[in-house]
Nanobody
Framework: QVQLVDAGGGLVQAGGSLRLSCAASGRTSSSYAVAWFRQAPGKEREFVSS????????YYADAVKGRFTVSRDNAKNTVYLQMNSLKPEDTAVYYC?????????????????????WGQGTQVTVSS
């Protein structure tokens, strides 16, 4: 069992930056893959970024590529999402997710249904 706690959201002006964190407990973080998803009002939850258990493989949605960076500190059992050059369309509740490592990750890393464990979400609001 893995428990995830998201933090770091807030209100920022367009062009600004935020760093989200996802603290995990219950298991060594190097045993699972992690991802960030977001959900805007009235929209479905969508993939943002993902990291393999070692961090050697990372993936990004086209909408955030070049602006967001996912990283993990397995010693601290924490995953981060650095968000730069924020845009109003980035406004959403951001969720971290985790799943026990298996090679299906490389096929399913962007699917919400693949992940078992979820954080409670943190609100990011970008003003224009």
């Amino acid at each position: 069992q893995v428990q995830l706690v998201d933090a770091g959201g807030g209100l920022v002006q367009a062009g600004g930056s935020l760093r989200l964190s996802c603290a995990a407990s219950g298991r060594t973080s190097s045993s699972y893959a992690v991802a960030w998803f977001r959900q805007a009002p009235g929209k479905e939850r969508e993939f943002v970024s993902s990291s393999s258990r070692s961090g050697s493989n990372t993936y990004y949605a086209d909408a955030v590529k070049g602006r967001f960076t996912v990283s993990r500190d397995n010693a601290k059992n924490t995953v981060y999402l650095q968000m730069n050059s924020l845009k109003p369309e980035d406004t959403a509740v951001y969720y971290c997710a985790a799943e026990d490592w298996n090679t299906a990750y490389f096929r399913d890393y962007a699917r919400t249904s693949w992940y078992t464990y979820w954080g409670q979400g943190t609100q990011v609001t970008v003003s224009s």
